[in-house]
């Protein structure tokens, strides 16, 4: 278990060190790094950002604290609504829990969100080898699922690829030769068929 955990790092590492080598990528991230603060303060110009910042720990401390009490109140809200709950001890239960649904009700296609949960507890490995095709409807999401890669920002998951990378993607998945211009890509992406 220690070697397993030992060679996992060592390849983080060496994927943290290419990827800190890789210059599109650093102005790529420095980009956002930089938009992402001004937009931050447009958003949030006029407002009290410290009360509010305090007001939403507080609330979040309070959902911890009482954190029975409310799944307790959301389970019986959501029952009351015809919503069947499933609980979880772990990744490998929710993902079984999914599958076991998705098979049950002949699901053949699995149409996905945004989700970072879903890819901390791998659900798309899960349901592909369940023989279920899996598509994320998030563009980013989509562009790193067509090139077997999980998302390199929870924001913007695929902030590491160039247009000129996602057009070459978008070349060999549809079999013609695509223009970089992003708005030519998002307008071929629309139509593209679930891979």
Do not use: C
């Amino acid at each position: 278990m220690k070697k397993d955990k030992e060679e996992s790092l060592n390849a983080y590492k060496d994927r943290l060190d290419t990827a800190l080598g890789t210059k599109f990528l650093r102005t790529a991230m420095d980009n956002f790094a930089v938009a992402y603060r001004i937009s931050r303060e447009n958003a949030f110009a006029g407002m009290d950002v410290d009360a509010m910042i305090q007001e939403v720990a507080d609330i979040k401390a309070a959902a911890i604290k009482n954190n029975g009490a409310l799944l307790e109140e959301f389970i019986q809200k959501a029952e009351a609504n015809g919503i069947h709950v499933h609980m979880a001890q772990t990744a490998e239960d929710a993902n079984r829990i999914i599958g076991d649904i998705a098979q049950k009700t002949g699901s053949k296609h699995i149409v996905k969100s945004k989700s970072m949960t879903a890819e901390e507890i791998h659900l798309n490995p899960w349901l592909e080898n369940l023989g279920l095709e899996v598509t994320k409807t998030d563009l980013g999401e989509w562009i790193v699922q067509l090139r077997k890669e999980g998302p390199s920002h929870m924001l913007m998951p695929a902030i590491h690829l160039s247009r000129f990378q996602v057009a070459d993607l978008f070349s060999d998945v549809t079999g013609k030769e695509q223009d970089a211009q992003i708005e030519r890509l998002v307008k071929v992406a629309r139509p593209l068929p679930p891979m």
